[in-house]
C-alpha cells in the first residue's frame, strides 16, 4: 500500500483528533527516524519527551524483548518482579517513600490529584479538596487533569468542569498566596511549564511556593511528566531548585516509550491509598516495568546525566548565539535538554520546513519551537539541527 491509501485509511478509520504531519514513521536508530518513503529525519521531538535513549536502543529493545519472551501481563492481584525493582530504584532516588505505576501522564495527575483529596479526608477535613494550578500549565486530558489544566483552549467544550481547581499566573507568588485558603489540598506545579512554552519558573519561586504550601498545611505537587527522566540533566526537575515536593507525577520518558506513568509520594501521603482505594489493570505491568528499569538504570549510569547537562549547555549556547544574530527570535528558554526559542512570529510553518529539511521539531504555544533531542543527542546532531534552524530563519528574512 500507498502513503497516500494509509492517509485515506486514517481519516476513513481513526478519530479526527490529531493535527499529523504528511509523512508515516516507520523505523529509526539513535536520534534519526526513517519514513515509509525512506526519508531520513534528525528527531528533536523524541515522541514529545517520550524517548530519552532515542530509536532501537540496544539495551532497552533486548529488555523488552526478553520481558516480553517470559510474561507480558498478569495483574496486580500478583507480584511483579520488574515493578518492585523500578519502585525501589525510583525511590532511591528522589524523595519519595512509595511509586504507584499507571500508564500515562494524565493518569499519573489524576492519581495525584485523588491522592490529594483522600489524604485530607481521612483527616476529616472533608472541605479541603480544593487544588490549586498555574495558567498556562498542562496537567493532561481527562475530566479532572482538564479541570487542572490552566488553558481554556483545551477546556472549552467539555463543561461542566469538575469543581474544586483553580489557577494563578506562574510565578506569581502573590497571586498563589491569595488563592490557597485551608481549602486547599495542594498546589499541583510544573516545575517548568512544557506545553505553555517551556517556562522556567523565577529564582527561588518553587522554594517560597514550598515555603507557603508548609505554612497552610497544603501537599506540594510537582508535574514531572515532561521535565523528569533526565531531561534537564538531573533525574528530576525539582533537584535544581533545591526543593522536594510530596508528590510527583511521571510519565513521557520513564519507559522510553512504552506507555507508563507513576504516582511517587512520600510514606505518610502514600499511606492515604489502601487497597480498593486506587487501581488499574495494566499499571506497572511486567513488559512496561522491565521498558522502564532499562531506561532508568540507563539513566543513572555513570556520566550519562553529566553529558546531558553537557550538551543541554552546547544547545543552549548554540540558540543563543543564533538569536543574537536573528531578531526574529525574542527569547530562548529550558533547561537541559527542554530548549526552546520563542519567536516573534507563528512558529508552525517553521517546524513544517524545518521536517521538509530533515529536522524534526515542534511547535507549541504557537510561537515556541521546542527542542526535546533524545537524551542521547551528540553536538554533531545538535550543530545539524542548528544549521537547518538557522537556514530556515533565513528563508524568512528574520535577520
Ligand atoms: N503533564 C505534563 C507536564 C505534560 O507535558 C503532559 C503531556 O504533554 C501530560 C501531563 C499528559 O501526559 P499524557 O499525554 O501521557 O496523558
Known amino acids: 500500500m500507498e502513503l497516500d491509501d494509509f492517509k485515506t485509511m486514517n481519516m476513513e478509520y481513526v478519530f479526527n483528533t490529531y493535527g499529523r504531519a504528511p509523512i508515516m514513521l516507520v523505523e529509526g536508530t539513535g536520534c534519526r527516524v526513517r519514513d515509509s518513503l525512506g526519508r531520513e529525519y534528525l528527531d528533536f521531538v523524541a515522541g514529545l519527551a517520550a524517548c530519552p535513549l532515542g530509536h532501537g536502543h540496544p539495551r532497552l529493545a533486548a529488555a523488552i524483548a526478553e520481558q516480553a519472551g517470559k510474561l507480558i501481563h498478569v495483574s496486580n492481584l500478583f507480584h511483579i518482579e520488574p515493578q518492585i525493582l523500578l519502585a525501589k530504584l525510583l525511590t532511591e532516588n528522589s524523595f519519595a517513600n512509595k511509586a504507584f505505576f499507571c500508564n500515562s501522564g494524565a493518569e499519573a495527575n489524576e492519581g495525584a490529584i485523588k491522592l490529594a483529596r483522600k489524604y485530607f479526608h ?17 496537567h493532561g486530558r481527562t475530566l479532572a487533569t482538564l479541570a487542572a489544566t490552566g488553558q481554556t483552549k483545551y477546556r472549552n467544550g467539555f463543561e461542566p468542569h469538575m469543581p474544586g481547581f483553580s489557577h494563578v499566573p506562574f510565578g506569581d507568588l502573590t497571586a498563589l498566596q491569595n488563592a490557597v485558603s485551608e481549602r486547599t489540598a495542594a498546589v499541583l506545579i510544573e516545575p517548568i511549564q512544557g506545553e505553555g512554552g517551556v517556562r522556567v519558573p523565577p529564582d527561588r519561586y518553587l522554594a517560597q511556593v514550598k515555603e507557603l504550601c508548609n505554612r497552610m498545611g497544603c501537599l506540594l505537587m510537582f508535574d514531572e511528566v515532561q521535565t523528569g527522566m533526565g531531561r534537564t540533566g538531573k533525574l528530576f526537575a525539582y533537584e535544581h531548585f533545591d526543593v522536594e515536593p510530596d508528590v510527583m507525577t511521571l510519565a513521557k520518558g520513564i519507559a522510553g516509550g512504552v506507555p507508563m506513568g507513576a504516582l ?128 530556515i530563519l533565513n528563508t524568512e528574512g528574520g535577520a
Open 264 to 391: 511517587l509520594a512520600t510514606d505518610e501521603v502514600a499511606a492515604a491509598f489502601v487497597p480498593g482505594t486506587h487501581a488499574s489493570t495494566f499499571g506497572g505491568n511486567p513488559l512496561s516495568c522491565a521498558a522502564a528499569l532499562a531506561v532508568v538504570r540507563e539513566i543513572l549510569s555513570d556520566g550519562f546525566l553529566e553529558k546531558v547537562q553537557r550538551r543541554g549547555d552546547y544547545l543552549r549556547s548554540k540558540l543563543e548565539h543564533l538569536a543574537e544574530r536573528r531578531d526574529i527570535i525574542a527569547e530562548v528558554r529550558g533547561v537541559g535538554l527542554m530548549q526552546a526559542i520563542d519567536l516573534k512570529v507563528l512558529g508552525a510553518d517553521f517546524s513544517i520546513k524545518m521536517r521538509d529539511a530533515g529536522v524534526l521539531v515542534n511547535c507549541t504555544s504557537e510561537t515556541v519551537l521546542r527542542f526535546l533531542p533524545p537524551l542521547i543527542v551528540t553536538e554533531d546532531e545538535i550543530d545539524e539541527m542548528v544549521a537547518v534552524l538557522e537556514s
Open 122 to 138: 481521612d483527616r476529616g477535613q472533608h472541605e479541603r479538596y480544593h487544588i490549586v494550578t498555574m495558567e498556562n500549565s498542562f
